[in-house]
């Protein structure tokens, strides 16, 4: 196939954005940061190497030192890290690609030993989720989280509003929220990790209120054409589930519509861990959102395309296949093999699975 006539090799405009091709590294969390949540040089190493992506979401970065879930992500929330995340943004825009943000409070998924004095994780409620988390001492089983009182969300709020002050002194290009994967703003999406009976639980127009005001705080410090968000409606992992997940994101697809956002970016497949969804179709979300739309999970090339010439998609991000191909829209380009990633250090193994994948062309 030509590239002309290549659609992942179109340019598009997201916002006031313009990205070179239609392919987005999704963000994913690889623990390479220093024990002090601070970004690390290597990680500049590992994200310029993936720059050909038109986009770059990074890890999830948690927007205070209660907002970890674990050892060493990386934060947003004091100046070594915003000096860390400067040298990634720097290294990412010299090979020419775009990098945001994803700002994060892990909630309930965490433990005493990761967070500040031993104290307990919070959540909206007191609901323990099932299984066990890394520690530094180990495998633990998840503690029962606090509930937080009605009076404390305007600070969670705040944080996020700090972390994204940080991000924009560190030269991001935007942020994303992360609303995914069973972690805080999720939490307070979904049913099945929210019973609360004030004005952030029960219907779905309050349990989407925390993300509601989240995005409102953090638009005020970037211009809402700066902002995007990543959910995952039918990932039941970290013990995280909805009892209808249709209605619950399509209200919230709708709710967002107006508000002039970069992008809507969702995590389309059914990971059935803890908890069992019934298959439901992308579309109406996506129709509903009617904004711009970055799909994700599962997606191959051919599939990407196609999502792209029927207008599910404008962007497609990709995850595990950026893990282990550092040139994966080279790759793409030419329909050249694929490296499988090692699961093994996916969370561990400094360089190891991290910056020594190779690329096709001997390249770094
Ligand atoms: C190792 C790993 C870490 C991840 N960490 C995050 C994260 O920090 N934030 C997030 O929103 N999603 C995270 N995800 C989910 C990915 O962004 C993406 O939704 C998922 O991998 C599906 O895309 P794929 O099928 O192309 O891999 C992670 C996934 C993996 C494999």
Redesign the pocket.
């Known amino acids: 196939m030509a590239d002309e006539q290549d659609i992942l090799f179109t340019p598009v405009r997201m916002g006031r954005i313009v990205l070179q091709n239609r392919i987005a590294m999704?963000?994913?969390?690889?623990h390479r940061a220093g024990v002090d949540f601070v970004p690390q040089e290597i990680s500049a190493t590992y994200y310029a190497q993936r720059a050909s992506a038109a986009l770059i979401?990074t890890?999830?970065s948690q927007v205070s030192r209660t907002g970890a879930g674990y050892p060493r992500t990386p934060g947003v929330y004091n100046d070594v890290q915003v000096e860390g995340w400067r040298r990634i943004v720097d290294a990412v825009h010299q090979r020419g690609a775009r990098i945001l943000l994803?700002l994060?409070h892990a909630g309930r998924i965490s433990h005493a030993a990761n967070q500040p004095d031993g104290v307990l994780p919070v959540a909206p409620s007191a609901l323990r989720p099932e299984g066990e988390i890394i520690t530094a001492s180990g495998m633990r089983a998840y503690p029962t989280p606090r509930a937080l009182e009605t009076h404390e969300i305007a600070g969670v709020v705040e944080e996020f509003r700090h972390g994204a002050q940080m991000a924009l002194k560190a030269g991001f290009d935007g942020v994303?929220l992360?609303a995914?994967?069973g972690y805080l703003l999720d939490q307070f999406l979904r049913d099945g990790a929210n019973q609360r009976t004030d004005e952030y639980g029960g219907s779905i127009e309050n349990r989407q209120r925390m993300l509601l005001m989240t995005i409102e705080a953090v638009a005020q410090v970037w211009g809402a054409e700066r902002v995007g968000v990543?959910i995952?409606p039918l990932v039941n992992v970290h013990g995280i589930w909805d009892s209808n997940p249709a209605a619950t994101f399509s209200a919230l697809a709708e709710r967002l519509r107006p508000m002039g956002l970069a992008y809507l970016h969702v995590?389309e497949?059914n990971i059935s861990v803890s908890h069992k969804s019934e298959p439901m179709d992308f579309a109406p979300i996506r129709k509903a959102y009617g904004g711009f739309y970055i799909a994700?999970?599962?997606?191959d090339a051919d599939r990407a395309r196609a999502a792209i010439a029927c207008g599910h998609a404008d962007l497609v991000?990709?995850?595990?296949?950026?893990?282990s191909n550092p040139d994966l829209p080279a790759r793409m380009r030419l329909g050249a093999p694929l490296a499988a990633a090692d699961t093994a250090t996916?969370?561990q193994g400094e360089e190891r699975g991290y910056t020594d994948y190779p690329f096709l062309d001997g390249g770094k």
């Not at 994700?296 to 997606?299: A, E, L, M, P, R």
């Open positions: 999704a963000p994913m969390t690889r979401i890890e999830a994803q994060w994303e992360h995914a994967n990543h995952s995590f497949r994700n999970g599962g997606y991000s990709f995850g595990t296949m950026f893990i996916y969370y």
